[in-house]
């Protein structure tokens, strides 16, 4: 039952991150770049980016966590990251929602912290940090095609359809 649950869990967590992950890429990035050329872009930044950042990292934690728990109850949490057997489906899926967490964590908050003023930086420092969130973006973005296919083929395994 607890599995059941945190499966649910797990998806409705990972919509709200990859959901979210889309949603910059694909609206606020083009939007911003657009509100800027006219002047209305500080709305987004002080209003609507601090709150998407927000449910975006912490949604990607609670998809890790409840990912890996799951694969710690159903007690294949090994052999998914060795890629063992049946299990290497989830494992590749696994694995690479594990640097997609690491991108967000270590290259997109820290740098978009400083982009929209949330701690000091210069001019400077501020084209650079902005250049290394989208970067990290994009790869999540990238990274989000097989990883969804995987996690999704993992399920098929597990009832033995693979
Ligand atoms: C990167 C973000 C992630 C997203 C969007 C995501 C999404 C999903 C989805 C949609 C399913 C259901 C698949 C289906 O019913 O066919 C699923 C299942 C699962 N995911 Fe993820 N996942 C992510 C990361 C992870 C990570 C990092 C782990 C492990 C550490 C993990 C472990 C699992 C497990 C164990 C299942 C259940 C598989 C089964 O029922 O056989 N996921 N995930």
Do not use: C
């Amino acid at each position: 039952m607890d599995l059941l649950l945190d499966r649910w869990i797990h998806i409705l967590a990972g919509v709200t991150w990859v959901g979210l992950l889309y949603y910059f890429n694909f609206v606020q990035v083009p939007g911003l770049a657009a509100a800027k050329a006219d002047g209305t872009a500080a709305g987004i930044t002080k209003h609507i980016a601090p709150r998407a950042l927000l449910w975006f990292r912490w949604a990607a934690v609670v998809t890790w966590l409840s990912g890996a728990y799951y694969l710690a109850r159903a007690g294949t949490f090994m052999d998914a990251f060795i890629l063992q057997g049946p299990h290497a489906y989830l494992g590749i899926g696994a694995w690479l929602g594990t640097i997609m967490l690491f991108n967000v964590w270590v290259l997109i908050w820290p740098n978009q912290k400083k982009v929209l003023g949330l701690v000091d930086a210069t001019d400077q420092e501020k084209a650079k940090a902005a250049r290394t969130a989208l970067l990290a973006s994009r790869t999540n973005t990238a990274l989000s095609i097989p990883m969804l296919f995987f996690m999704v083929t993992g399920s098929l395994a597990h009832v033995g359809m693979f």
